[in-house]
């Protein structure tokens, strides 16, 4: 699978940002599909994830209450809604998938085999 994130650009503290990652190939229905991101000079950590077939979420800490992620079946298309964004938030954005992901590993990016090429977000203060 191939995947296409866009969506990210220049916003000021407080707006809001939605990301979105459309795959090509085929999605199986035990796909996992995740959002995670790499600030300058950071490593690359997971913000959220679900489960393709059931719709099952999964965030970070920093990303509850605030980020929002969906999927849309028929547009084989993940989202991330992204409010109250803050200049922490400032970072490339990548989508990922794996399929027969587990629940234990929906947030480890050592178990995402397949990545999009990350959209940038810049919150301004």
């Known amino acids: 699978v191939q995947l296409q994130a866009s969506g990210g650009g220049l916003v000021q503290t407080g707006g809001s940002l939605r990301l979105s990652c459309e795959a090509s190939?085929?999605?199986?229905?035990?796909?996992?599909m995740g959002w995670f991101r790499q600030a300058p000079g950071k490593e690359r950590e997971f913000v959220a994830s679900?489960?393709?077939?059931?719709?099952?979420?999964y965030y970070s800490d920093s990303a509850k209450g605030r980020f929002t992620i969906s999927r849309d079946k028929a547009k084989k298309t993940m989202y991330l809604q992204m409010n109250s964004l803050q200049p922490e938030d400032t970072a490339v954005y990548y989508c990922?998938?794996?399929?027969?992901?587990?629940?234990?590993?929906?947030?480890?990016?050592?178990?995402?085999?397949?990545w999009g090429q990350g959209t940038l977000v810049t919150v301004s203060s």
């Open positions: 190939g085929p999605i199986y229905s035990s796909y996992g």
């Open positions: 679900i489960k393709w077939s059931g719709g099952s979420t």
């Open positions: 990922a998938a794996d399929y027969a992901l587990i629940t234990s590993s929906m947030g480890n990016r050592s178990a995402y085999k397949y």
